[in-house]
C-alpha cells in the first residue's frame, strides 16, 4: 500500500510504537523508514527527550518518554477532530 | 468516539468500494467494448479497402474506448486495494479498535489520498471522458441504426440494437454520474488533507517550544 506520510505523523507512529522498548531496526521496519531517514527522526525525538536511549545486555533500544506524552495527546485530539469534523459534507 | 469512529469509517469504506466495484466494472466494459470495436470493424475495414467507411470510425472508437478503458481499470483496481486491505486489517472480528489504532487508521488514510489524490481526480476526470464517449457513441448507433432503418432488416435486429443503444445510454449515464460521488468524498479528504497540513504549524509550535 503506497502512502506519503508527514515528519509528525511519522514521529507519532514511532513515539506509540517505542512505548515498549524497541531496536533501531524494529522501528524503521515497523515504521516503514529507510535507515536514514529512520535515524534522522529517532535523533530529534532523542534530541527533543522524547526518546530515551536504554541499554540492555549491549543492545540498545529506544523507549518513549513521559515528556513525548504531549505530542502523543495534541497528535492524537487534532487527529481525531480532523475526521468528525466536516461529516455533513457527505450525509 | 470507538463506535461513531467505526461507523463513520465503514460508511466511507463502504462507498469507496462501492465507487471502486463500479469504476472496475466499467472500465472492464469499456476495455471490452473498444476491442470489440476494434477487432469487428478492422476486418471489415481490411476487406472493404475504403478508408471512407463507418468502419474507420469505430476503429478510432474502439481504440479511445479501450485505452480509456485500460487507464480507468488501474486507479480503480488500486482503490478497491487499498479499501479492503484497511477492512481486512482493521475491522475483521479479531482487531479491537483501541485509540491508537483509531488514529493509526486515520493516518494511513490521509497519508493514502495524499498519495493517490492524482490517481483519484484522474478517475474523476476519465470517468467523465467514459461517460462522455459512450453518450457520443450512443448518438452515432441512434443514427446509423436511423439510416438503416428504411433497409429491410429484420424485427430481431431492430430490438437487439435498440436494446444496445439503451445500454449504451445507460452506461454513459452512470459513467457521468459516479464520479459525482468521488468528488464529494475527495473534496472531504482534500479538506482533512489540507487540515492535517495546518495541524503541521501546531506540532512545530510545541517541538520548537522545548
Given at each position: 500500500m503506497k502512502s506519503r506520510r508527514t515528519q509528525y505523523e511519522l514521529y507519532w507512529e514511532i513515539l506509540i510504537y517505542c512505548k515498549n522498548p524497541r531496536s533501531f531496526t524494529s522501528i524503521i521496519h515497523k515504521c516503514n523508514l529507510n535507515s536514514k531517514i529512520g535515524q534522522e527522526h529517532i535523533d530529534f525525538l532523542k534530541q527533543k527527550q522524547y526518546l530515551l536511549n536504554i541499554k540492555e545486555s549491549n543492545k540498545s533500544f529506544y523507549k518513549t518518554s513521559e515528556k513525548a506524552q504531549e505530542f502523543i495527546t495534541l497528535f492524537s485530539q487534532i487527529y481525531r477532530e480532523l475526521f468528525e469534523e466536516n461529516l455533513t459534507l457527505v450525509d | 468516539m470507538e463506535k461513531k469512529f467505526n461507523k463513520q469509517v465503514n460508511k466511507e469504506l463502504l462507498i469507496f468500494q462501492g465507487l471502486s466495484v463500479v469504476n472496475i466494472i466499467f472500465s472492464a466494459i469499456t476495455l471490452a467494448i473498444g476491442i470489440v470495436f476494434i477487432v469487428n470493424n478492422l476486418f471489415s475495414l481490411i476487406e472493404s479497402?475504403?478508408?471512407?467507411?463507418y468502419s474507420t470510425l469505430y476503429v478510432f472508437v474502439g481504440f479511445a474506448l479501450a485505452g480509456i478503458g485500460f487507464f480507468w481499470i488501474l486507479p480503480s483496481a488500486s482503490l478497491m486495494d487499498f479499501v479492503t486491505d484497511i477492512q481486512f486489517k482493521?475491522?475483521?472480528?479479531?482487531t479491537e479498535l483501541n485509540d491508537e489504532k483509531i488514529i493509526n487508521l486515520i493516518i494511513k488514510m490521509i497519508s493514502y489520498y495524499r498519495e493517490e489524490s492524482r490517481n483519484i481526480k484522474r478517475m474523476i476526470i476519465i470517468s467523465r471522458l467514459g461517460g462522455t464517449f459512450f453518450i457520443l457513441n450512443g448518438i452515432i448507433s441512434s443514427i446509423d441504426f436511423y439510416i438503416k432503418l428504411?433497409?429491410?432488416?429484420?424485427i430481431t435486429n431492430h430490438l437487439i440494437q435498440i436494446l444496445s443503444l439503451i445500454l449504451m445510454f445507460s452506461w454513459g449515464i452512470l459513467s457521468l454520474f459516479i464520479p459525482h460521488f468521488i468528488k464529494k468524498f475527495a473534496n472531504l479528504w482534500e479538506l482533512r488533507v489540507k487540515k492535517s497540513e495546518e495541524a503541521g504549524v501546531i506540532f512545530k509550535k510545541l517541538l520548537e517550544s522545548n
Open positions: - | 479497402r475504403n478508408l471512407i467507411d482493521y475491522f475483521n472480528k479479531k428504411n433497409s429491410n432488416l429484420q
